[in-house]
């Protein structure tokens, strides 16, 4: 049994959407139509991910028929993810599954002679509902986000395939990638009534802000998921690099992750300060400078949403595949201060 340590979380909670029943019924609705749980060991797998209460968090005043299509998203990611790190990694089958998502973007709606099933099905669906009425900036800034997410998965099965996993430094960066969040903030635009432009998007302290977001958000998942991710052999995680890489015993791991984390809280609040002088140096006015200030407002409830989300879901709290049946590995005492 282990500790964790106290994190350090001075963003404020802002509540839950309460159209979160209605989206979570909707999205059951979605994966059952979609042929997205085959089995019953899939729905437990969801129901342990609770996608609806994420995004509850992630986006409280959201519109309900909003909320539901981006838990449905969600819920697709999840599946997905689940589809690389349970099952053993296959380089061809990574590639496979990477290049028939990607064939969506070029040919939307039905797919013939393109490889298929279910999970691409999906995802043509969503693509569908969310990118109509987006700028090309947007679509432009999705699509790199979301491919970038999915060639994480290639590499590391490329890398465990032949027994190399990355330093530390390296795996950070890796991690904002792989941790998919980038993508979420996009979609979540649609939430907020927003669309960035791309004078915007690309400030540096927007960009320093979200990738300090990102790599909190994907490190503090790594600290929740490592029991699971022990019990599957699955290596690319910042606890597990540490002790392999640095032979440090697991709770000094777990606390310079830690350290990391409260790293990035202190980036999010400087790249925060620097903006209106760098929106000012850009000319950015009107209603463009007051969506870039908003965001900034979005990602750091993201980033509250996303420590409160892991704590409370037995997808983190529990292993894979005996979170029904056992108790956590972890104890959980004063988690902030």
């Known amino acids: 049994m282990l500790e964790l340590p106290t994190f350090y979380m001075p963003f404020r909670d802002q509540g839950v ?23 019953q060991a899939d729905r437990r797998r969801v129901e342990r991910t609770r996608p609806a209460s994420m995004y509850a968090r992630w986006c409280p005043q959201a519109a309900p028929e909003v909320l539901s299509l981006l838990t449905q998203y969600l819920a697709w990611a999840f599946i997905v993810d689940d589809q690389f790190d349970i099952h053993a990694p296959d380089p061809q089958r990574c590639l496979d599954v990477i290049t028939a998502l990607d064939a969506v973007f070029d040919r939307p709606g039905h797919m013939s002679g393109q490889p298929s099933g279910p999970l691409v099905e999906a995802f043509a669906d969503l693509w569908q509902r969310l990118s109509p009425g987006r700028s090309a900036g947007w679509r432009q800034a999705f699509r790199t986000e979301v491919r970038a997410w999915w060639w994480t998965y290639y590499r590391e099965a490329v890398g465990s395939s032949t027994g190399y996993l990355p330093q530390l430094e390296d795996y950070r960066a890796h991690r904002r990638d792989g941790v998919a969040l980038y993508m979420f903030m996009d979609i979540s635009e649609i939430a907020s009534g927003l669309d960035l432009a791309p004078g915007v998007r690309h400030l540096p302290a927007l960009r320093d802000l979200r990738d300090a977001a990102e790599e909190h958000m994907g490190l503090y998942n790594d600290i929740y998921s490592l029991p699971s991710d022990e019990a599957v052999g699955y290596l690319y995680n910042a606890v597990l690099l540490l002790e392999h890489h640095h032979r440090h015993p697991r709770q000094q791991a777990m606390q310079i992750v830690n350290e990391m984390l409260t790293a990035c809280i202190h980036r999010m609040r400087a790249a925060k300060q620097r903006l209106p002088a760098e929106l000012d140096a850009a000319q950015i006015t009107g209603q463009a400078r007051a969506d870039a200030l908003r965001t900034t407002d979005d990602y750091l409830r993201y980033v509250r949403a996303n420590f409160d989300y ?3 879901t037995p997808r983190y709290t529990n292993p894979p595949e005996r979170a029904l049946e056992h108790g956590g590995l972890f104890t959980f005492g004063d988690r902030t201060q």
Request: hydrophobic share 40%.
């Open 17 to 39: 959407n309460p159209a979160a029943s209605e989206a979570e019924a909707t999205m059951w609705t979605w994966l059952e139509s979609n042929g997205l749980l085959p089995t």
């Open 310 to 312: 892991h704590h409370q």
